[in-house]
């Protein structure tokens, strides 16, 4: 095996991990254009979603086979930068407080109305749509608290929110 041969099956140069986009599609309640416009320019760092097959261990005759059981999807998490507004983190907070309240202990019983769409993106150097996740009847399980210090001063805010999701495919998948 050459150096050559490697670049030649290496396509595109390899995929770059720093060459992403997120999209949130907030819920009507909880955030408008605005924040939807932002969420791909804000966020900082998250991952391509992974999923999970259960196994099915089936005893027979003094071996284990084992079978394919449910899918499960993992926890999906981003890290967004925080700007002076705070649009994006109010939305946030507002889709989590629309859930269940943050004082009344209540809130909205039909999921239909909190689920939202995800969709990440990988891009190829021209920023160019390569690969597509969409995950759906997602919502923020986790608002990370926004860590504050005098002795950070050349830093700027970031927080994180998992979401969990119910669904999810790719544009290899669907």
Do not use: C
């Not at 084992?66 to 983190?89: I, M, P, Q």
Request: charged letters at 25%; glycine letters at 8%.
């Amino acid at each position: 095996m050459s150096i050559s041969q490697f670049k030649a099956n290496l396509s595109g140069g390899g995929a770059r991990s720093n060459r992403f986009e997120v999209l949130v599609e907030f819920p009507a309640f909880a955030g408008g254009s605005e924040e939807i416009r932002k969420t791909p320019f804000l966020v900082s760092s998250t991952s391509l979603p992974g999923s999970t097959l259960g196994i099915i261990e089936r005893p027979f005759r003094g071996r284990t086979l084992k079978l394919a059981g449910d899918r499960t999807f993992e926890e999906w998490t981003a890290t967004f930068v925080n700007d002076t507004d705070f649009a994006l983190r109010d939305a946030f907070e507002f889709w989590h407080n629309g859930i269940n309240g943050y004082n009344s202990n209540t809130g909205i019983t039909d999921p239909d109305e909190y689920f939202a769409t995800v969709t990440v993106y990988q891009l190829d150097s021209r920023d160019n749509r390569i690969k597509e996740y969409v995950l759906r009847m997602a919502w923020p399980s986790v608002i990370s608290p926004i860590e504050l210090g005098q002795d950070t001063n050349d830093a700027i805010e970031e927080f994180e929110v998992s979401f969990q999701f119910s669904d999810m495919n790719s544009n290899t998948t669907s």
